[in-house]
């Protein structure tokens, strides 16, 4: 079966040739054009087989469902642990049986993990057992984890990262006082399976549970601060500022280890996401404007409690990562790229600071912070060419422009005139980002060819 790892690993090499010129511009395009077909077709297959199972699982539910009420105790726990066993079975058949259809093995398999999680509630209905939805999640988490150790099968593996976030939403909701530390037991199986199998979609989702554990976890231990003249707001975004940078520096730890060098832009991603989307919000002045009107001049007289003494621990962890990185690095685009992190880093530290003087003062900064780290970051995404970063940036950047333009016009202008004015910047911009985009990365392209070669 052709990967996608492969076939890029073959363009790449493909281009070194046509260079070379061991083969013509043409047998490069008919070789590319072929081996796209194959993966289309692969991709193709997948979805089909994968949208084929979930309707014949949902079927079946539903079959039994509709008619529950008319089967017997013992032929209904049967019926449940045959279809569990039947498509296990014959998945496993199809799956590892030389000369069978692979895909269809593994469609079945996650039939049989969608019936296991589906049996766990009819059975708990059977016997009249009280269990709340969490429990129920769980166990069918931990039921299934072992087909992803046994049988290494990626639709199940990603079944799991997804019951993760869910299990831990529902026990939120249960006991929302209560803080789950089992979580991270749950996180490092899933963590693990997805670094064994290199899959990067189990890996974003763990780091989307990490965020909703870690909003919870925060959310309680700064509440106490809400009876004290301290902006939550602000707490809240630095605290998710300060975790960017620390997956940042995990994507720039991944990029020097071949092994999981892949890793390395889901980590870049996720830490610019959290940096930039954290630092737009603290744009705004209104969110210092409301909290001044609320407390009054008792704002400026009382300062962090001891608790968010964790949000320093974040940045001064995320930046002792960051110094002991500049001193193993040889790479000069690298040594750049995590000076230039780590510089802004320290900057947002000293914007949190401000927040006592004035609200124009502390949102004037973001804003100046938010427009620096993106022009930063769209030279280091060209120097180091990685385009997803680079048009990340841009449309942040392009958000953020048009923030700033319904700020300042919004009750200057007519609104006729504002939208129209609007409409002309928007499509005219738009056209520029778009030229210029296409332009930087072909040079991106042409700079990695020119250093592969």
């Keep these: 079966m052709i990967s996608k790892a492969w076939i890029k690993k073959l ?9 070379e010129g061991i083969i013509r511009p043409e047998q490069a395009d008919r070789i590319k054009q072929k081996y796209s077909e194959a993966l ?10 994968i949208l084929g199972s979930v309707l014949i699982g949902l079927g079946i539910i539903l079959f039994v469902a509709s008619n529950w009420q008319y089967i017997g105790r013992p032929f209904k726990i049967a019926l449940i642990f045959c279809c569990i066993l039947a ?57 299934i984890l072992p087909a992803v150790f046994l049988l290494r099968s ?23 006082h209560k803080i ?5 037991i749950l996180q490092a199986v899933i963590l693990y399976l997805a670094y064994r199998e290199k899959q990067k979609a189990a890996l974003i989702i763990s780091i989307i549970a990490t965020g909703i554990w870690l909003t919870h976890y925060f959310y309680l231990r700064l509440e106490p601060t809400r009876q004290l003249a301290v902006n939550i707001h602000l707490l809240y975004t630095n605290l998710f500022i300060a975790y960017g940078f620390i997956l940042y520096y995990l994507g720039m730890w991944h990029y020097r280890n071949n092994n999981f060098a892949s890793f390395s832009i889901v980590y870049k991603l996720f830490g610019i996401v959290f940096i930039f989307i954290n630092n737009y919000s603290l744009t705004f002045v209104q969110h ?26 974040f940045y001064l962890l995320a930046g002792m990562l960051f110094l002991n990185f500049i001193f193993k690095l040889k790479s000069e685009e690298n040594l750049k790229e995590a000076k230039a992190v780590l510089a802004f880093l320290f900057i947002q530290v000293i914007a ?17 912070v938010l427009f620096a780290e993106i022009v930063t970051f769209l030279y280091l995404s060209y120097l180091l060419n990685e385009e997803y970063i680079f048009r990340l940036s841009l449309y942040i950047f392009a ?36 030229k210029k985009r296409k332009s930087i990365e072909e040079r991106m392209k042409n700079k990695a060819a020119g250093q592969t070669a």
């Design 180 to 184: 789950i530390y089992s979580f991270f």
């Design 40 to 49: 289309a077709y692969n991709r193709l297959v997948s979805t089909v087989f």
């Design 11 to 19: 363009f790449k090499e493909i281009s070194l040739w046509t260079q």
């Design 399 to 434: 958000l953020d422009v048009l923030t700033r333009y319904f700020d300042a016009f919004w009750k200057i202008l007519p609104r006729s005139l504002f939208f129209m004015i609007g409409g002309v910047i928007l499509v005219a911009g738009g056209i520029y980002m778009e």
């Design 352 to 368: 949190m600071h401000l927040w006592p003087f004035s609200d124009k003062i502390i949102s004037a900064s973001y804003n100046v």
């Design 288 to 313: 210092y404007r409301d909290f001044y009107d609320r407390v009054g001049q008792q704002a400026k007289s009382v300062y962090m409690p001891v608790d968010v003494l964790i949000i320093y621990l």
């Design 154 to 176: 990626q639709p199940i593996l990603i079944l799991s990262s997804l019951l993760l976030p869910v299990w831990l939403g529902v026990a939120i909701a249960d006991d929302y």
């Design 87 to 143: 498509f296990n079975i014959t998945g496993y058949y199809f799956r590892f049986e030389k000369g069978k259809s692979a895909k269809l093995g593994e469609a079945l398999l996650f039939i049989g993990a969608i019936s296991f999680g589906a049996g766990i509630w009819l059975i708990a209905q059977m016997f009249n057992i009280q269990y709340n939805y969490a429990n129920g999640v769980l166990y069918w988490m931990i039921g």
